[in-house]
């Protein structure tokens, strides 16, 4: 008798697009951002990982942060995760940039959608080493599962809230209990 599947194959050969940077649980992943250079290293990093899922994945450039090409940057996209809208998109996965204006969609516009549309953001070269980990083991050892989020325990939150069909409109906090002390 085989393994019991049907919590763990819900996100099985469904249609995801991941804008910014599910893949081992059969899903079909595109992954866009507006560097190429940063799609080739997404897919050549997850194909070292899971090998066998060349065929589900995918990666499309598309630039979110010009107004003037936007809508058709956002068509271009949708059209090519979806095979000309061949194929349903199941979910989408917003990771990129500053946080979405909350609003009611009849009142979003480009402008508002793009909260730094008048500035520009420079990258400082951030920590060294040993100040991100001297931090982690601070709040590791502040926080009430003893340790600091890995990427792993936020990607099971993703998971969860693409399997649970029953989710929506939801905040869910992945913050090794933060908000409990």
Do not use: C
């Not at 065929?55 to 979110?64: K, V, Y």
């Not at 068509?75 to 946080?99: C, M, N, P, R, Y």
């Not at 982690?136 to 809230?161: C, H, I, N, P, Q």
């Amino acid at each position: 008798m085989s393994d019991s599947t049907k919590y763990t194959s819900k996100l099985q050969n469904k249609r995801i697009l991941i804008i910014g940077a599910s893949l081992e649980h059969g899903a079909h992943v595109t992954i866009s951002s507006s560097q190429p250079s940063r799609i080739d290293r997404a897919i050549t990093s997850l194909l070292t990982s899971y090998p066998s899922a060349k065929p589900r994945l995918q990666g499309h450039p598309a630039d979110m942060a010009t107004s003037s090409t936007l809508e058709s940057n956002i068509v271009s996209l949708l059209d090519f995760a979806t095979e000309k809208q061949s194929k349903k998109l199941d979910h989408i996965v917003w990771t990129a940039g500053d946080a979405l204006a909350v609003m009611p969609l009849s009142d979003l516009t480009v402008e508002k959608s793009h909260p730094s549309r008048h500035g520009a953001l420079l990258r400082p070269p951030g920590m060294s080493e040993e100040e991100r980990q001297r931090r982690f083991k601070y709040f590791g050892e502040k926080s009430t599962t003893g340790r600091v989020g890995r990427v792993e325990d936020v990607a099971e939150a993703y998971l969860f809230l693409m399997r649970d069909q029953n989710v929506t409109g939801s905040l869910i906090w992945t913050n090794a209990g933060a908000l409990l002390v």
